[in-house]
């Protein structure tokens, strides 16, 4: 029979009763990961100053950098002209819509939140949809009242002169339309290291367990896997609600050969409109498009792997102190301080006084950041990150790898499959950091134990975390396009089934193909060996 020491059965015990709130929300989430400041210290597993410092710790300052940035590119509404450029080069065909919606949705959910990114697109994809069902119900009546349909008798043309089969036909497209814009939100948030809670829990969990790991998750590296992966999702996303809701008729949804009819050019009109809306690019807007481009370089090129990056050429020992939090910083102190509008140079005036002369109003305002920050998930991040830390210094973390010694014979591609599927599951009834939170460390432990490269196992799990397309509770992105009321539970559930299989499929073949030489998943670190031995 085996006995767990006291101090390890009593961060288990912590974590099981936090992994039960987490999953019921009978509490909220965020105020069930502050649990481990007020328990981990009275039960003896860690002291009050270890457990506050993992709170705010390098990794959520790299997601709380990340999501200032975001914020602002909302607050200037540069998401939204991004979108509609997009959408306006793309073309309106139905095929091409649908695309359209997903590309922009993917490429928005990257860089901010996956809510703000639905909140913003379906409003969008509504008003085009009531555009096209417009114009076909006038296109309809037109053709009837000039006596084209023989079904009208006696000049009275109905409310809906379509036919049942057309109308339903159109419902099918309109759930389609919608649909696609909340699954490539949640497909784009997997791309980049701060697009979603997950990826943050990851690079946070690999700096806990393995502090020696060579910074091998950052954004450069993350990107590099998870882009293609994410291009090859959306690809195959498409080709599937393409095929369930509108069809692969490559004349009438492509446009092959044919010229813009009136529904074509309605929607276009209805892009253009809101486009208009706008109006022309403001100072602001381009000064925050410039920060970002800046933050998203300083990412990339920090530490790119193949060649020495700006932290190391321009800082002596910068590979060792720059982390990819301090760009993120960075860039959020700049939008703090550079004015909002053009500044004038004009001579100083004795007659005013000078605050009058010197106030401008900078490109961010903190009120803006308290009022749009999801502190929730500042706060369930860091709750992740303490009970790591506690689990590994208890000891759970080792007798957790110890239980798995037996997974060994299993081929690492299987466990890697299996892991996947099971947090796919997993996750579409709890939150997906809650789920990457409390799966991760235990996988961490499972490579370690059947001496498996961590990353093989946790690059899967951490992805299919994000993988919420089946129920409208899932993700905040699904609630949303929902509450529209075109959408039934069951056309979710048909959809996400699929879209779940695909999702695994893809990290499947990621993590066998590209990921291996990206990472070396065939061989175990020598700094994941050293943490096991300690």
């Known amino acids: 029979m085996c006995f767990l020491p006291l101090k390890t059965a009593k961060c288990g015990y912590i974590i099981i009763i936090m992994a039960v709130y987490w999953c019921t929300e009978v509490i909220p989430l965020a105020v069930t990961s502050l649990m481990p400041v007020v328990f981990l210290p009275l039960l003896g597993v860690r002291s009050a100053k270890a457990v506050c410092l993992q709170y705010l710790n390098n990794t959520n300052m790299l997601f709380f950098g990340g999501l200032i940035v975001a914020i602002s590119v909302e607050h200037w509404n540069l998401h939204r002209r991004i979108a509609l450029k997009i959408l306006l080069l793309l073309g309106v065909k139905p095929a091409l819509l649908m695309l359209g919606f997903m590309i922009v949705t993917a490429f928005l959910s990257m860089w901010i939140s996956n809510t703000a990114t639905t909140a913003m697109m379906i409003p969008i994809v509504q008003a085009v949809l009531d555009q096209l069902d417009s114009t076909e119900h006038d296109m309809t009546v037109m053709e009837q009242a000039a006596g084209k349909n023989p079904l009208i008798l006696n000049e009275q043309v109905p409310d809906d002169p379509r036919s049942s089969e057309e109308k ?18 949640s497909i784009g948030g997997t791309a980049t290291l701060t697009g979603t809670g997950p990826n943050v829990v990851l690079k946070g969990q690999m700096n806990q367990i393995y ?33 369930s809701f509108i069809g692969l008729n490559l004349k009438k949804s492509w446009g092959c050969g044919t010229e813009k009819t009136a529904k074509d050019k309605a929607a276009y009109n209805v892009l253009k409109e809101e486009m208009k809306k706008l109006g022309p690019v403001s100072y602001a807007e381009l000064n925050v498009f410039l920060l970002f481009v800046l933050l998203v370089l300083l990412w990339f090129t920090r530490h ?24 993120a910083m960075f860039v959020s102190l700049l939008l703090f301080i550079l004015p909002a509008q053009k500044p004038k140079f004009t001579a100083w005036n004795p007659s005013k006084s000078d605050s009058e002369q010197t106030e401008e109003a900078p490109l961010l305002d903190w009120n803006v950041v308290q009022r749009k920050m999801p502190w929730s998930i500042v706060l369930l991040l ?32 299987a466990i890697a499959s299996v892991v996947s599927f099971t947090v796919a599951v997993f996750t579409e009834c709890t939150s997906n950091v809650a789920t990457a939170t409390l799966f991760l460390p235990v996988f961490a432990s499972l490579a370690t134990s059947v001496k498996v490269h961590p990353l093989y196992v ?11 397309f089946m129920l409208p509770v899932a993700t905040p992105p699904n609630a949303i396009v929902f509450s529209y009321g075109s959408i039934r539970v069951l056309d979710m559930v048909k959809s996400g089934i699929i879209m779940n299989i695909i999702g695994v499929l893809s990290v499947t073949l990621a993590i066998n193909t590209w ?11 020598a700094w994941a060996n050293s943490t096991a031995k300690q």
């Open 211 to 243: 502090p020696d790991n060579n910074d091998i998750v950052n954004f450069a590296s993350w990107f590099g896997f998870s882009f293609p992966n994410m291009v090859l999702m959306l690809v195959l996303a498409w080709l599937w609600l393409q095929c």
């Open 458 to 468: 946790m690059l899967p799990a951490t992805l299919s975390a994000s993988f919420a």
């Open 168 to 185: 339903k036909k159109w419902k099918h497209v309109c759930k389609g339309m919608t649909l696609c814009v909340c699954y490539a939100a």
């Open 304 to 327: 790119p792997g193949f060649i020495k990056g700006w932290a190391s050429w321009l800082f002596k020992g910068g590979e060792k102190y720059i982390t990819d939090a301090v760009p």
């Open 382 to 413: 860091g709750g992740g990150f303490a009970l790591a830390d506690a689990s590994a210094n208890s000891g759970l973390s080792a007798w957790l790898g110890d239980q798995m010694t037996p997974l060994g014979s299993i081929p690492p591609w």
């Open 515 to 525: 990921g291996r030489p990206m990472f070396g998943l065939d061989t175990f670190p």
